[in-house]
């Protein structure tokens, strides 16, 4: 434990002194956070999300009007729950009779419903749903945590431990009576801490700042950070465990970390998305932590609603694990 806790203290020293390190990872959220509330402040979309059950799609004028997109699913409730949640604007079935459904809350499903009356559908039956309206600031913000948590992770592990093993400070260590498990422990337990830290303090700090929405618990969104950054901190220690070259190392964590930007349902919703891409992002670590977090946030989803996520994270985490201190390397 002595072993432990002097490299563990020695990477929390180093990375408080790096000043431009430490303000970049705590005001960059902060910066991202403001950005967002004031360019997605008013309800200016213009691409409208119909849920559609059945082949409505085919059969009503409606769906011929631009910036209306039609979302086929199998089942009524799920399309329900998603319009529960703003993450669509309109459900519309067929099956048995033409019916439609809004969220009253939703100020999309206004317009949209007059769009409707517009091409024929003033015949169909109206039916409404309840859910607290939820602005685009409230959705990204679990994002955003969760993309400060990836890069802080992937590259405060890989990159650093690549730069120690390039300056020679890996081999002086395998002089020491120093354990290879017990340096890679130090060194996530080191990054974990300071990423929870950071966490806390840019969730926490976004409350004076925004007002968002928390309907959930938030011991249960920090379990949920906790699971993510362990996973993340994991997945980097593969890409550190034997590669030499900065630049190498760089690109293979920004190889990791641009598709989970893109496919983790960070900044936009994949509803409506090609099924490849759905089938990419649920093999990707942040868009589990991102809807986990999501979940809780917004709609104050329990432990059991968000099960599959942390238990996706914590097979990952076990699987990076073992791969990176197996094939680890002082040298």
Known sequence: MKRFFA???????EFVRDRSAL????????????????????????????GV???????????????VQAVPFKTQDVALDKLKHHRLDMVIST??????????????GYL?????????????????????????????????????????????VGYVIVRYRK???????????????????AQMASRLILMMAITLLVLFGSSLLIDYTMHG???????????????????????????????????????????????????????GAHPLIQKIALVLPLTHLVDAARAVMTEGAGILQISNNLLVLAIMSIVFITIGTRIFRWD
């Open 7 to 13: 490299v563990f203290r020695a990477r929390n020293t």
């Open 112 to 156: 949209v419903e007059r769009i409707l009356w517009g091409t024929g559908g003033k015949t169909f039956s109206r039916q409404t749903v309840d859910g607290e309206e939820i602005d685009y600031i409230d959705w990204v913000l679990p994002g955003i945590l969760g993309f400060n948590i990836m890069f802080g992770c992937l590259f405060g």
């Open 217 to 271: 618990s938030y011991l249960l969104l920090l379990f949920v950070f906790l699971m993510g950054s362990i996973c993340m901190i994991s997945l980097g220690l593969i890409v550190a465990a034997r590669i030499t070259s900065e630049e190498l190392a760089g690109g293979l964590l920004n190889l990791a970390t641009w598709p989970m930007m893109i496919f983790s349902g960070v900044w936009f919703s994949l509803e």
């Open 95 to 108: 099956i048995p009779a033409g019916q439609y459904w809004i969220n009253d809350s939703a100020p999309n």
């Open 167 to 185: 300056s020679g400070y890996l081999k002086r260590l395998k002089a020491t009576p120093l354990k290879a498990v017990e340096f890679l422990l």
């Open 53 to 67: 059950i059945g082949q409505s799609e085919k059969s009503i004028e409606f769906f011929n009007t631009r910036h």
């Open 23 to 50: 303000a970049w990872t705590i005001f960059m959220p902060f910066f991202l956070i403001i950005g967002f509330a004031v360019i997605f402040s008013g309800d200016d979309k213009t691409v409208y999300k119909v």
